[in-house]
């Protein structure tokens, strides 16, 4: 439970601080201060400024708001494919959940991340597409842990009986299989999130995710790095809030693993 307290306040804080911060800051993202280029942080910008002179408390807040949204949104995206497929596969079983398994070998083999590249490349470096992109190239595990977990589920006493009973398809999935599912979802999507928010940063990184006038972790990382010895508090920074993140989504998802543990539950 200290893992999860500790990562849910840091989130809670963090969510609250890229909605709230840029909308109470003084400061514009988009203002260039012609007199204050590379300053450091002080009382008047509080994370510094850029080597364009913007403020960089705002730009790091905002940053943060959209990798969070983009992380947000691709997860919900990787849950609604990767569950349904890997619910569907997993409980009729036999040739369709062979050829549906083959399939996703298929997509495993591909080079997704390059594919994702390829498409920003081609069709444009839109934020829609983005979202797209990374919920279509993370749901192949999610698919198949579901999967996993449904074959068990299937082979358990209570699920014979409720077949005996001519219980509905969708009511056993309803009734039966989706509750126990829902911790095993839980816990893959806190990890998953960091994971999307990494791909999210390194492909704005090489300069193919978000664009001006937004901007996103990994772009102020991008940014920071080309500026290191002029100004590396504009790595530092949102490299910072970055790490910070993605510690606490993993505390919160070894945390729900631990506490959903069947061997923990006497432990409570």
Do not use: C
Not at 84 to 110: E, H, I, P, Q, T
Not at 168 to 180: A, D, E, G, V, Y
Not at 247 to 265: K, S, T, V
Request: glycine content about 10%; proline content about 4%; aromatic content about 12%.
């Amino acid at each position: 439970m200290v893992k999860i307290k500790i990562a849910l306040t840091w989130l809670a804080f963090m969510i609250l601080l890229v909605i709230i911060g840029p909308v109470i800051s003084t400061q514009q993202a988009d203002i260039i201060h012609w007199d204050a280029m590379a300053q450091a942080p002080n009382g008047t910008f509080w994370f510094g400024t850029d080597v364009m002179g913007r403020d960089l408390f705002v730009r790091t807040l905002l940053g943060g708001r959209l990798s969070l949204m983009v992380a947000f949104i691709a997860t919900a995206m990787s849950l609604l494919i990767g569950v349904s497929y890997g619910l569907f596969s997993g409980y009729r079983g036999g040739v369709v959940d062979a050829v549906m398994m083959r399939f996703l070998d298929v997509l495993y083999a591909l080079p997704f991340l390059f594919l994702v590249i390829l498409l920003l490349v081609f069709f444009g470096q839109h934020i829609g597409l983005l979202f797209a992109a990374i919920g279509g190239y993370i749901w192949l595990d999610t698919a198949r842990i579901v999967r996993g977990q449904t074959l068990v589920i299937k082979k358990q006493a209570y699920m014979e009986a409720a077949v005996t009973m001519g219980q509905s398809t969708p009511r056993i999935l309803s009734k039966h299989i989706l509750p126990n599912l829902i911790g095993v979802v839980v816990v893959y999507a806190t990890l998953t999130v960091p994971q999307v928010i990494l791909i999210e940063s390194f492909i704005s990184f090489l300069g193919l995710g978000v664009q001006e006038p937004n901007t996103s972790w990994g772009t102020l990382i991008s940014e920071g790095v080309d500026n290191l010895q002029i100004a590396p508090w504009s790595l530092f920074i949102p490299a910072g809030f970055l790490s910070l993140t993605l510690i606490a989504f993993n505390l919160l998802g070894d945390g729900l693993r631990d506490y959903w543990d069947p061997h923990n539950l006497g432990l409570r």
